[in-house]
């Protein structure tokens, strides 16, 4: 088949490069205009305004990492040898679990330390190296053509795309793949098709990153505590590039104006890290920035868009990959990861279905209700709750003061069992990861009674320990005090 891929990123290209590695000649059409780069910090200069979250931190999870790894060695390969690093279960264990052992499934717990631009130049220098697979650079999409006939009546049929400088990409298959900021619900409306349902919730953040590099003589502080952390307030974390690089990334509630005009300044974003446990050590004299700003990224929502409702979908020829169709709070980490695992479901439905377009959507949109649309609503209600949290504390309330509350229980139960439990006992620890990873189902980690079982004796000692170390400062006020002004 001739396919069109409308998008370059992380589902453009994995579509790309599963289509080609199938035997399909494949167009991606890129609106940014990104001649290849000769190296990974070269990648990092992209000008990649239609993907501003190239710029953040991002997580490539063992679900990729697995799919790398299996499917195409040579990708992954091509990775570690332009600078990325494997981050293995096992390794940089806190010193408090004192009873690890390897156990049967722990090498699939593999994470890769990678910057989003080192990642995404592989993976086309790899995809060119196909043959098969082409880019248009520099022109986007604004349209869809139709053909004059459709495979079923009163679905139209999807035959290609137009481009805005006015000239047109056949293809038996059009896949888009453009990202949160996707136009096809209209480009399909425009084609005649009834409106696209969506579901949309605001997951209630805005976040700030900034880059840094190991000045020479320095290395990565100790990896064995935490990575991250939740005070409510604030969320944040540090994620480990390629080549000595590494970010950190500060989450704000989207009501807390004064805060997130603070964050924007690159001295004041510095000065917080360094009252935060987990990036304090990372910000202490050892890197400097590699970016001069600060990155921001808001207007960040949960969105399920259903383009096969009642099992029918609304048009033939075109499918939806990545953020066009789900996308979910990027603070978890999860978005490449999903992107290029949904890249891999749709074309296993185009394998399994050759010539079908309506099988082909309808099995595609049956393995991301199984296996991927779960992670979504499991952040959508991650969410709800971090906003109830966050707005109780910018009100100067006790989110925990009801008592008579489940979700103070099981807040208490997270706080208080669940994260002591991983810092000590290595079953936890190996389930916390699985679940982090995407290697089990969203709810596996509470369904798991030996686990269960592990944490809840945690949570009941809790009267007979010292109380857990604070990750930052409790109180809002406080951390805004060690700011400057």
Not at 118 to 147: I, K, N, P, Q, Y
Not at 270 to 294: K, N, S, Y
Not at 308 to 333: E, F, H, Q, R, S
């Amino acid at each position: 088949m001739k396919i069109v891929v409308v998008g370059g990123g992380v589902a453009g290209l994995g579509s790309a490069l599963v289509l080609a590695r199938q035997g399909h000649d494949v167009t991606v059409v890129e609106r940014d205009d990104t001649p290849m780069p000769t190296s990974a910090d070269d990648a990092f200069e992209w000008d990649r305004r239609g993907a501003p979250q190239v710029r953040h931190s991002h997580a490539f999870l063992a679900r990729l990492t697995g799919l790398l790894r299996r499917e195409h060695a040579d990708v992954y390969e091509a990775l570690l040898a332009e600078g990325a690093t494997e981050m293995r279960f096992g390794d940089d264990l806190p010193p408090t679990i004192t009873d690890f052992q390897l156990e049967p499934g722990d090498d699939e717990l593999v994470m890769l330390a990678c910057r989003r631009t080192t990642f995404e130049w592989v993976l086309r220098r790899c995809a060119l190296a196909e043959g098969r697979v082409s880019f248009r650079t520099g022109v986007g999409v604004d349209g869809l053509v139709t053909a004059s006939t459709s495979l079923v009546d009163g679905i139209p049929h999807v035959a290609g795309v137009r481009l805005a400088d006015g000239n047109t990409v056949e293809g038996d298959l059009v896949v888009v793949a453009a990202g949160r900021r996707s136009a096809l619900s209209d480009w399909l409306v425009d084609a005649g098709t009834a409106p696209v349902y969506e579901e949309v919730d605001d997951t209630g953040i805005v976040y700030f990153s900034r880059f840094y590099r190991l000045r020479e003589g320095h290395d990565y502080p100790p990896r064995t505590g935490p990575i991250g952390g939740d005070l409510g307030y604030l969320k944040y974390g540090v994620f480990v590039g390629d080549n000595r690089s590494f970010s950190v990334t500060l989450a704000t509630p989207t009501a807390d104006d004064e805060l997130r005009k603070m964050l924007a300044d690159p001295h004041v974003f510095d000065e917080c890290a360094r009252q935060l446990v987990a990036t304090a050590p990372w910000l202490d004299g050892r890197a400097e920035p590699i970016t001069p700003d600060v990155h921001v990224m808001a207007g960040l929502l949960n969105r399920w868009r259903d383009y096969v409702p009642d099992g029918m979908p609304v048009a033939t020829g075109v499918v939806p990959v990545g953020d066009a169709v789900l996308c979910t709070n990027p603070l978890y980490g999860r978005g490449c990861s999903v992107a290029f695992w949904g890249a891999h479901l749709m074309a296993q439905a185009v394998a399994a279905h050759p010539g079908d377009p309506v099988a082909i959507m309808r099995a595609y949109d049956t393995a991301l209700r199984e296996e991927i649309v779960p992670w979504y609503r499991a952040g959508v209600e991650q969410d709800a709750e971090a906003r109830r949290v966050a707005a109780a504390l910018l009100a100067g309330e006790d989110p925990d003061g009801d008592t008579s509350d489940p979700r103070t229980f099981m807040r208490s139960v997270f706080r208080e069992g669940l994260l002591p439990a991983i810092r000590t006992d290595a079953v936890v620890l190996r389930a916390f990861f699985r679940s982090l990873n995407l290697l089990a189902a969203p709810d596996e980690l509470v369904k798991d009674q030996e686990v269960g079982a592990r944490v809840f004796a945690v949570w009941q000692d809790r009267e007979n320990r010292p109380p857990e170390e604070p990750l930052g400062p409790k109180r809002r006020s406080e951390l805004l005090e060690l700011l400057p002004v």
